[in-house]
C-alpha cells in the first residue's frame, strides 16, 4: 500500500454573524423585546436610557370612595400605570367600588390590557359586570381617547408619568387635550416617575463605536428614551451625527408613529417604524422586513 490519500473536507461556511440590535427600554419591557429579538435571529444589546418606577403614593387620594364616585372611567396609557394603580389599591383589601352602580370603564393600550385581569378588577369592584374593559383598535393614546367616545363632562382619572431628569414629551398633554376635545374631563394624576438613567446609560453604545464592534440596529419604544439616549452620548463625548458616521448602515426603528415623531423631533432620523404597535412585534417585523431587504440588495 502506497501512503494513503488524503480526503479533501468541504469547504468551512463562515459562521453568519447575527445582526446586534440596541434598544433602549426600561427594565419592565426589556425581557419581553430581548426574548423576541433574540427569536428572530438578532443579538440584542439592552442600554436602557430611562427607567419607570410606580409611586403609588400619589394616587391614594384618589382611592377613597368619595373621589372614585366623582369618577366614570380609568384611562391607563402604559403598563406601569396599571402597575402602580394596582399597587395602591392593594393595601385597601377591599373593592374600591360598590357593586351597584353605572358602567364603569378601565381602558388600557394592546398588550397592556393583559394586566387588567380577574384579580385587578376585583380590586376595582366586586360585581365584575359593572367593569368596561376597553381596549382601542389602534394602541396609541390618541386612539385610546377617541375610543372612549363622549364623555359629556364626564371625569377620566388619568394615572401619568412624572418626567424627571428629561423634558416632558408631548404624548401626555395632547393625551389629555384629546380627552378633553371628546368631551371628558380628565383628572390627571403622577402615578408613576420616568427618569434618565444617567450619564453612562448607551457607553455600551459608545464603547463598541470607539472598537471595532458592530451595531445594525437601535430600537427606540418611546421619545423619553431616545432623549435620554442623545443626552448620554454628550455626557460621553459623542453625538448622533458621530453615531450616524461610525455605522453608516445603521437603522433606526421606532415602535409606532408617535415615538417615530419624537425622534424625529430631537433631531435623529428613523428609517423603519412599525405599522402594528399593540405589541413589540409590529417593531420587529418591521426591523426584519428592512434587514432582508438590504441583505438582498447586497447580493
Not at 5 to 27: E, G, H, Q
Not at 146 to 156: C, D, H, K
Not at 197 to 211: A, D, I
Not at 235 to 246: D, I, K
Request: proline share 9%; with cysteine; aromatic share 6%.
Amino acid at each position: 500500500m502506497h501512503g494513503s490519500v488524503p480526503i479533501p473536507l468541504p469547504p468551512t461556511t463562515a459562521a453568519v454573524r447575527k445582526p446586534t440590535v440596541v434598544f433602549t427600554t426600561p427594565a419592565n419591557y426589556a425581557i419581553k423585546l430581548s426574548n423576541l429579538l433574540t427569536l428572530r435571529g438578532h443579538t440584542p444589546l439592552w442600554c436602557p436610557t430611562i427607567t419607570t418606577d410606580p409611586t403609588p403614593h400619589a394616587l391614594s387620594s384618589h382611592l377613597f370612595p368619595h373621589a372614585l364616585s366623582l369618577l366614570s372611567a380609568i384611562a391607563f396609557p402604559s403598563r406601569t400605570s396599571i402597575t402602580s394603580f394596582s399597587l395602591a389599591a392593594l393595601p385597601l383589601k377591599k373593592p374600591l367600588l360598590p357593586p351597584e352602580g353605572d358602567t364603569f370603564i378601565l381602558a388600557a393600550l394592546g398588550k397592556d390590557a393583559e394586566l387588567i385581569d380577574g384579580v385587578f378588577i376585583s380590586q376595582i369592584c366586586s360585581n365584575f359586570q359593572r367593569i368596561k374593559v376597553l381596549v382601542p383598535p389602534i394602541a396609541t393614546p390618541s386612539g385610546l381617547a377617541r375610543s372612549l367616545g363622549e364623555g359629556g363632562g364626564r371625569r377620566v382619572l388619568c394615572p401619568v408619568p412624572r418626567v424627571v431628569g428629561l423634558e416632558e414629551p408631548p404624548v401626555v398633554p395632547n393625551f389629555l387635550r384629546d380627552l378633553e376635545a371628546v368631551g371628558w374631563a380628565p383628572v390627571r394624576v403622577d402615578a408613576y416617575e420616568t427618569r434618565w438613567m444617567g450619564p453612562s446609560c448607551v457607553e455600551g453604545v459608545v464603547r463598541r463605536g470607539e472598537g471595532d464592534g458592530e451595531v445594525d440596529a437601535v430600537v427606540f419604544t418611546s421619545s423619553g428614551e431616545v432623549e435620554g439616549f442623545l443626552k448620554s452620548l454628550r455626557e460621553l463625548g459623542w453625538n448622533w451625527e458621530m453615531v450616524r458616521r461610525r455605522w453608516p448602515r445603521l437603522l433606526v426603528a421606532a415602535h409606532g408613529p408617535i415615538t417615530a415623531a419624537g425622534a424625529e423631533r430631537l433631531g435623529v432620523d428613523v428609517d423603519v417604524v412599525g405599522s402594528r404597535f399593540d405589541s413589540f412585534n409590529g417593531v420587529v417585523d418591521a426591523l426584519d422586513q428592512r434587514l432582508c431587504e438590504l441583505e438582498h440588495k447586497q447580493d
